[in-house]
T-cell receptor, first 113, second 117 residues
Framework: QQQVKQSPQSLIVQKGGIPIINCAYE??????FPWYQQFPGKGPALLIA?????SEKKEGRFTISFNKSAKQFSLHIMDSQPGDSATYFC????????????FGKGTMLLVSP | GAVVSQHPSWVICKSGTSVKIECRSL??????MFWYRQFPKQSLMLMAT?????????EQGVEKDKFLINHASLTLSTLTVTSAHPEDSSFYIC?????????????FGQGTRLTVV
């Protein structure tokens, strides 16, 4: 059973566009939702994270929108650049800093020049 | 953000030999460390969770005698792939969290590309 469903699987946008990646979760006990960026041959890097007590969080060009009732959250990348081309993973965790992260399957983003 | 250092970044070994991968948290005490395996163009697959000073908890289907995990200190965890075979070739990634009663950020190492020939 996949607990975090991520879409789309791949995405191509032009430079300056706003790619949107969506995730949906099933477990209402999840209370921490991070997004990671991964370049080929590298480990994932934390981009931004949100907790369910807020509906939106913005850090630089990256924004998370969170809809608790729908159990969905999404990543928006403003003014996307070719350097943003990477794989993005959403994740969810519950309870504490000892808990595992449940990952989505990832979205390969290509930002064309 | 916090730094997790993983070493080596790549390793080639002969079939039947053992390989050790180190994961260090450089600027925080990692109460909990996680080891993942990632196949090309796929998501991260959790192999095991280790808490400092205790035995690792392995995910279903992961052979604990083949993938030995040691988390002897709050800054170091190691994964040893014993008697490696070509099917063990993969990208292995560690992650560390500071623990505690609230969710803390999870930081990842750079990954280790293991090739068994």
């Amino acid at each position: 059973q996949q607990q975090v469903k991520q879409s789309p699987q791949s995405l191509i946008v032009q430079k300056g566009g706003i790619p949107i990646i969506n995730c949906a979760y099933e477990n209402t006990a999840f209370d921490y939702f991070p997004w990671y960026q991964q370049f080929p041959g590298k480990g994932p890097a934390l981009l931004i994270a949100i907790r369910p007590d807020v509906s939106e969080k913005k850090e630089g060009r990256f924004t998370i929108s969170f809809n608790k009732s729908a159990k969905q959250f999404s990543l928006h990348i403003m003014d996307s650049q070719p350097g943003d081309s990477a794989t993005y993973f959403c994740a969810a965790s519950k309870g504490s800093g000892y808990s595992t992260l449940t990952f989505g399957k990832g979205t390969m983003l290509l930002v064309s020049p | 953000g916090a730094v997790v250092s993983q070493h080596p970044s790549w390793v080639i070994c002969k079939s039947g030999t053992s390989v050790k991968i180190e994961c260090r948290s450089l600027d925080f005490q990692a109460t909990t460390m996680f080891w993942y395996r990632q196949f090309p163009k796929q998501s991260l697959m959790l192999m095991a969770t280790s808490n400092e000073g205790s035995k690792a908890t392995y995910e279903q289907g992961v052979e604990k005698d083949k993938f030995l995990i040691n988390h002897a200190s709050l800054t170091l965890s190691t994964l040893t792939v014993t008697s490696a075979h070509p099917e063990d070739s993969s990208f292995y990634i560690c992650s560390a969290r500071a623990g505690g009663t609230v969710n803390t950020e999870a930081f990842f190492g750079q990954g280790t590309r293991l090739t068994v020939v």
